[in-house]
Each structure stands twice: as structure tokens, then as C-alpha cells.
């Protein structure tokens, strides 16, 4: 048995914990509630009495346990502070040194996205790897960057904002961020449902979707299998634009591989051939070849690049 | 007096050399001639022979150096190999090894641009930083990444290869790389030329550049600054895809700083201040502030970003 470490996965309904043992990897995961009253004050408190009554319960020694990983939702700069955390109340501050105070070990702490793609390069997806790009392709889009086998988190915490690429010009409708054009806004489930829902008012092309009462990326990605034309239509414009934005992050840091995690990944190969059929033809030659594979950790790859922040 | 070394900057037409101090920085610099024939099989002994009479010369004992740093006008994959320098005849081999063993010093090799942008950052335009990216403006368009003060070469020597982001959808050129639509093509001297061209043949627009034999980009440059609308919109153009592929870049490696340099960026305060108008509204709020310089060393940047490699 090697060393022990918690992994903690910070979200804005539910913190999911995980002890590592640094040889056999994941020994246990569990769930508690974030309660996201009074600021945000008592969610590192509950995280610190869900560790320590973990290491009481399984009469674990101090000596064992290297110190806790954490991935916060929100921007963390290269100076280690956690730079407001709009879903859970919190403004800046120095969540390691806070929660290393109340757990009486060392901390690390990352955004939540960038731990999830150390997660991946640990035991997922890019198991083997020490140079990863993570793409998430959720409710928004989000990313990580590895270098060397360690998190890139940016200057500002914006390092592997890959959503937030401007790189649809004739974009109408307003991102999120307030800019208008994000990558997010195509290649999101919400992206892919609302470029669905504006070709199905704007044509007049037959499709299956007409028939759907709530239109999800899974119903495009079923459609689009059975052979929908519309369907395709939005498929093919999310992998021209995914294949453009990862070109472009080629040409920064030219990765080994390219992971896509979050729900959209679910529709499995017919993404990755659709996203690498236009990368290859946005790209440099030199990094036509560069390896793209699935997420395979699911929503436990935040709790896994948490502890690899402490392994490594 | 600190320790010495030496920074090289490999050319197709000449070898420029430095020897450095590593307090008081540069001592001497010269150049020779880069001779190609037998397949550049000559090179490395040239620059072997200039280094080692340079230390004869100047009675310098071996103990006092640190070694050579050496930029390659080619892609230097992660292993360290020079992965073929076309201009040089030059196919895949290990140019440290191979200087090392003609020298007997340690050598460290980079590629150009990025050993550039190591040179702006030690002694330059983003002295004092560690986190850079520099994009360089000359007949082609090139970059480098510096993360926590050391070059990111990228996996195939691709990192940095910003001239071939795909940003611009509507080209119908092939670039030198074989792709359509390359930032290069717009935003390199050559770019900013042949836009200007296609501007005055498609358009009646009444412009000072038709009376002009042999457009340069500092004729484009000149002309705008003297209020010539035809050559304002040829600027704003370059300056438009130039914001778009920054704030690619910052949603990517979110740098400090980003350094401009090659010859366009002779033109000055005007260029940064056009590029950083669109990087603004491009770019994620979180890097809106992300400082911009110009470069500082002009050709010299290459000889102080070899001896930083050796010196950090």
C-alpha cells in the first residue's frame, strides 16, 4: 500500500470526495451537500469535517496521508488564489492555506475544469500522457491545459477557457461571457440545441426534430445517426467550428492528445470522427497527427486530478 | 564578472554569435556566413570553429563556460531533435548532441522564434516577466510561448506556430503551408501587402497607394497615418484578425504579456494600439488586461534568447 490522499470535487450542488491510495488508486468516494448559504462560508468547514471523520472512521495515521486536492468552480491565478466563485458566493482568497488551517494538511487547489483534464491524464482518457488538451463539452464548454504533466492554470486562471474562443464571426445572440461568437455558443448541448432550434425555424428542411417536443444534443446526435439531414447540418457546423478552435490551440501548445469529456461526449466515435475529419484540415502538418481520444472517468474525473495535484 | 556563454542564431544567410556574461549580458557579438552547400553538412563545424577561436582569442578557460545555446530556423520536438530545417538542408538529428561533441560544452538548441521570444523576455520587451507570448511580424508570421520563464517547444515544435491559426474563413489564397486562411495571410508584411492589392484592384476607392511603384507595409502604414482611407481599412483588417487570434491565444495559455515583433512592428505604438482595440473586445474579460509590448533587441533577440537558454 503506498500513501493516501483526498481528492475533493467542489460543485454548486454537491461536493464529492474520494480517498487515493498513490498505488491503487481510487479506495472510496463519497458525496456531501454544498450548502451555499451565508456567502459560502461553511463549505470549507464541511469539507474539513468530511475528511476528518473519514481518517477517524478508517483510524487512518496523520504520517499516511499526504494532503488534500481540490478543484474549485471558478478561476484560480498563477499566484494560487481562488478568484471569486460566482455560484458559490466566495470572492478571493487563499483556499489552500484556509483549508490546510482547518485540516491540519498540506493543500492544492485548482479550477475545476483543469483538475478534471489532470484527472483524465492520470487514469481517463490520456492515461500515458504528459502533454493534454481537455475539452468539456457540457452545459457550457469548458477545458484544461497539461504541460509536463502539471496543470497550465494562466495568469488570470483563464488558461484552457476554451469556450470562450471567438471564433463563430457571425454569431448574433450574446455568450454568457457578454461577448458574442464563443465556441461555447455552437459546440455547447445548449450550442448544439440552439443552432438545431434556429435551422429548424429559419428552413423549411424535413427533419425528425420537428416532431420532438424538447430537443436535447442527444435527440440532434440520434437524429443526425438516422440519417437527419438538418440534424447533420448542426453536427457538421459544430465539428468545423470545434475543428478551427483546436487548430488554433495546436498552434499555441501542440498538445500529444486531445480529450473531450462532458454529456455531449457521450454520442462516443461519431464525435471525434467529426471534430477530426475538420481538424485536419484547419491544422498544420506537422500536427495533423496529434492523438484525440474520449473522457473516460466521467464525472469522477474532478476527485482523481484533485489527488494527482497532491501525488505528483 | 559572472560566468560566460554563448548564444547563437542560425540564419539562412548568416550565423550571428554572442558572447555573454551572465551579469553584465552581452560582451561581443559577430557574424559569418551560413554556408548551405553539402547539404549544410558545414554548419555546425563553422560555428564550432568561430566559438572556439573566440575563447583562444580572447583567453577565456574552459571552467568559466556555461555552455552554447543555439536558435534553428526549424521545429525542435519536445525530445530535443531538430526536426528538419528545409532552408538549411537539414533532416531530423541532434544538433545538441552534435555541437557538443565539436565544442565539448554543454549546447542547448531551440527553435528561432521561440529562442526570440526567450531573448525579448530576458532582456527586451517583457523583461521581468515569466509567463510570454510573442508573435513576430516579418515576410511570414511566427511565435513563441514562455511559461514559468522556459520555452514551450510543443510536442512536434509546433507550439507557437501562430501564423497558421485559422482565422480567416473567407480566403480563397493557399498560404505557404498549403492551407486557406492562415492569420499570416493578413497579418504578415506580405499579407498586409497583398490585402492592400486586392483592395485596390477590386475597389475604386481613391487611395495615395496607387501612386505608389512597390508597396511595402510601411508604405500601408505611412499612408494610414496620413489619413488614406483605402490603407486604414487594410490595417483594420490585419488589426481585427490579430485580436481574434490573441485572444485565441489568451483563452488558451492566458500569458502576462505579449510582445510584437518582426518588422511590422517597426510601425510602432499605432500597431499595438490597433491590435489591443479588437484583442478587447475578442478576448474574455478576465484577460481584457493582459499587457501588450513591442519587442525591444530586433535582430539580436535570437543571440539573447540561445545564451538564456543556457544561463537559466
Known amino acids: 500500500m503506498g500513501r493516501l490522499c483526498f481528492g475533493v470535487d467542489l460543485g454548486g450542488t454537491a461536493i464529492k470526495l474520494g480517498l487515493f491510495d498513490s498505488e491503487d488508486g481510487l479506495l472510496e468516494s463519497w458525496e456531501i451537500v454544498t450548502r451555499k448559504e451565508e456567502g459560502g462560508s461553511l463549505i470549507l468547514d464541511d469539507i474539513s469535517v468530511a475528511i476528518l471523520k473519514k481518517i477517524e472512521e478508517r483510524k487512518i495515521s496523520k504520517e499516511e496521508i499526504l494532503g488534500v486536492g481540490i478543484g474549485v468552480p471558478g478561476p484560480v491565478t498563477s499566484d494560487g488564489y481562488v478568484n471569486s466563485c460566482v455560484n458559490l458566493g466566495w470572492g478571493r482568497f487563499d483556499v489552500a492555506k484556509e483549508l490546510g488551517n482547518k485540516v491540519g494538511m498540506p493543500v492544492k487547489v485548482g479550477n475545476d475544469a483543469n483538475v478534471a483534464a489532470l484527472g483524465e491524464m492520470w487514469q481517463g482518457g490520456a492515461q500515458g500522457y504528459q502533454h493534454v488538451v481537455m ?112 487548430a488554433n490551440v495546436a498552434s499555441v501548445v501542440d498538445p500529444e492528445i486531445f480529450v473531450i469529456g462532458g454529456g455531449v461526449s457521450k454520442a462516443g466515435k461519431i464525435l471525434i470522427d467529426l471534430i477530426q475529419k475538420y481538424y485536419k484540415t484547419k491544422t498544420l502538418f506537422s500536427t495533423k497527427n496529434t492523438k484525440f481520444a474520449l473522457a473516460r472517468l466521467g464525472n469522477d474525473a474532478g476527485i482523481y486530478g484533485a489527488a494527482k495535484m497532491v501525488l505528483s
Not at 166 to 174: A, D, G, K
Open 135 to 246: 475539452i468539456t463539452l457540457g452545459t457550457g464548454v469548458g477545458g484544461g491545459i497539461i504541460i509536463n504533466g502539471k496543470i497550465w492554470e494562466g495568469v488570470n486562471g483563464a488558461a484552457g477557457e476554451l469556450g470562450h474562443m471567438p471564433v463563430v464571426y457571425e454569431e448574433t445572440e450574446t455568450c454568457n461571457c457578454g461577448k458574442k461568437g464563443c465556441l461555447e455558443q455552437v459546440a455547447s448541448a445548449t450550442g448544439i440545441v440552439k443552432v438545431a432550434k434556429r435551422l429548424l425555424n429559419e428552413t423549411d428542411k424535413p427533419s425528425s426534430l420537428r416532431r420532438v417536443q424538447y430537443i436535447s444534443a442527444k435527440e440532434v446526435f440520434d437524429a443526425a445517426k438516422n440519417g437527419d439531414e438538418l440534424a447533420n447540418d448542426v453536427l457538421e457546423n459544430m465539428g468545423e467550428y470545434m475543428g478551427i478552435a483546436l
